[in-house]
């Protein structure tokens, strides 16, 4: 198969997006997120308007603290929906029949395999992610001046912490029974969604402060030191032989 390696990642890429893109359930999860989005953001306003909105630094935290966390929240949980979605069946049919296989027989490095379809895996909930934010940052700045911090976290570090997760998923199918493999994104999920709303509650992990953006970089580097160690032992070898 001529090509460089980045063309056959994007060939593997769009086979398998745009078999997603056929199903209804991707148009469905979409319709959800940006429903629940413009919703959000309607009633941020509507409450803020309501409560005469932050005139002194209390309640301008207050609100950072809220629009923050929400933010915050919708840089990963559709990823929580999409991978175990569009990973399990996809995932099991092409293992069962061999499709790894194949395309292990050809130039196709496992590199390009596991990163073309995790980037398929992690585009749908990465488009209803960014929609869902754009659609609600408007609002909430309407309400107060949101630091670049929390945009930097929800537009750029989380999601590229999700994309690792949605790889290391496929990685992990490649070497283990797939349903294993869908687990750590359904744990990782879950304890993401206790972490942030606990670390507000507690006022350790305050939207753009110091502790909450190591937090958020530390996700990062943790997805980054998983997906280099499986993809140190993801030879051809152990892939053939799982």
């Known amino acids: 198969m001529a090509g460089s390696g980045k063309s056959r990642t994007f060939l593997i890429f769009g086979r398998?997006?745009?078999?997603?893109?056929?199903?209804k359930i991707?148009?469905?999860?979409?319709?959800?997120?940006?429903?629940?989005?413009?919703?959000?953001?309607?009633?941020?306003?509507?409450?803020?308007?309501?409560a005469n909105a932050p005139v002194d630094e209390t309640g301008r935290q207050i609100w950072i603290n809220i629009l923050g966390t929400i933010l915050i929240l919708y840089?990963?949980?559709?990823?929580?929906?999409?991978?175990?979605v569009f990973a399990t069946r996809p995932l099991t049919y092409e293992k069962a029949n061999g499709v790894a296989m194949s395309l292990l027989a050809t130039e196709i490095t496992p590199r390009e395999i596991w990163t073309g379809k995790g980037l398929a895996i992690f585009v749908p909930g990465a488009i209803g992610s960014y929609l869902g934010m754009a659609i609600m940052t408007p609002f909430f700045l309407?309400?107060?001046?949101?630091p670049v911090t929390i945009f930097l976290c929800c537009y750029l570090v989380m999601?590229?912490?999700?994309?690792?997760?949605?790889?290391?998923?496929?990685?992990?199918?490649?070497?283990?029974n797939v349903d294993l493999a869908i687990a750590p994104s359904y744990v990782i999920g879950f304890l993401l969604?206790?972490?942030?709303?606990?670390?507000?509650?507690?006022?350790?992990?305050?939207?753009?402060?110091?502790?909450?953006?190591?937090?958020?970089?530390?996700?990062?580097?943790?997805?980054?030191?998983i997906e280099r160690i499986l993809a140190a032992k993801l030879?051809?070898?152990r892939i053939i032989l799982a």
């Open 142 to 146: 309407r309400i107060i001046q949101i």
């Open 75 to 84: 840089s990963f949980l559709p990823q929580m929906i999409s991978i175990p």
């Open 159 to 176: 999601p590229l912490a999700m994309l690792l997760m949605a790889i290391i998923t496929v990685q992990l199918s490649m070497l283990k």
């Open 26 to 50: 991707m148009y469905i999860i979409l319709a959800v997120l940006l429903i629940g989005a413009a919703a959000c953001g309607f009633g941020m306003v509507s409450t803020a308007s309501g």
């Open 235 to 237: 030879t051809v070898e």
């Open 193 to 225: 969604l206790a972490l942030f709303p606990a670390g507000l509650q507690t006022g350790l992990l305050l939207p753009g402060t110091l502790p909450w953006t190591l937090t958020c970089a530390g996700i990062l580097i943790l997805m980054l030191i």
């Open 16 to 23: 398998d997006f745009n078999e997603y893109r056929k199903g």
